[in-house]
């Protein structure tokens, strides 16, 4: 959240204070950032600027700002290169064809889920989440996409934004997907296994700031 104070033009040397008074439950944390003092002409309103958010991983090193779920039954694995399943996954990642990608094993995980969940971003202002999917195979599950919302309280709110589901074939699919919320959240990628040939893989994810193009 963004706040602005106009402060008057003053006739001697002055400094700023800021003063917070905790509460005494455990969802009582604040924190403060990105403070900027800029001079204003004396009739020019005092304006918020919301900071430009651009994330962007290939998975090529790490997995960035990405972490493993801790409540799901499996991870998601970086490869390079197919993946050993046969009849489903990628044979190489999006990006370069030499670089890396996470993906789902199916053999031996029928049923099973992964998430992969982003840092928490900025509310108040429009996001655009774009990624390279991969699902091709026989009885393949589904790749469902979150927003996890921080409440004022400290617990979250999932909301499910979208859900690929189905064999896509052997390709790289873009998908892109406009994301708004009031309030600090984060982004759930909550991928299922369906049979032992129903790899999931991702790629090239991408959360930037504004409207998606």
């Not at 709110?157 to 997907?177: A, F, H, I, P, V």
Request: with cysteine; hydrophobic share 30%; glycine share 8%.
């Amino acid at each position: 959240m963004n706040a602005c104070i106009y402060i008057s033009k003053r006739q001697q040397d002055y400094q700023l204070a800021i003063e917070a008074v905790r509460g005494s439950g455990y969802y009582s944390d604040m924190a403060i950032d990105d403070m900027v003092i800029s001079a204003v002409a004396d009739n020019q309103n005092c304006t918020c600027f919301n900071i430009a958010y651009d994330d962007y991983c290939d998975f090529d090193n790490d997995l960035c700002h990405w972490k493993q779920g801790t409540v799901d039954n499996l991870d998601w694995t970086r490869k390079q290169g197919p993946t050993p399943s046969v009849q489903t996954g990628p044979s190489m990642d999006h990006t370069t064809g030499l670089g890396y990608y996470l993906y789902l094993e199916s053999n031996n995980h029928n049923g099973q889920k992964a998430e992969l969940i982003s840092e928490y971003i900025q509310g108040t202002m429009d996001y655009c989440l774009s990624l390279f999917y991969h699902m091709n195979g026989v009885d393949i599950g589904h790749l469902d996409i979150f927003k996890e919302v921080q409440q004022i309280s400290g617990r979250t709110t999932r909301y499910k934004l979208l859900s690929l589901t189905g064999n896509k074939g052997d390709s790289w699919l873009e998908q892109k997907l406009l994301i708004t919320s009031p309030s600090t959240f984060r982004i759930v990628l909550s991928g299922a296994i369906g049979s032992d040939t129903s790899d999931i893989a991702v790629d090239d994810i991408r959360v930037k700031s504004g409207q998606c193009k």
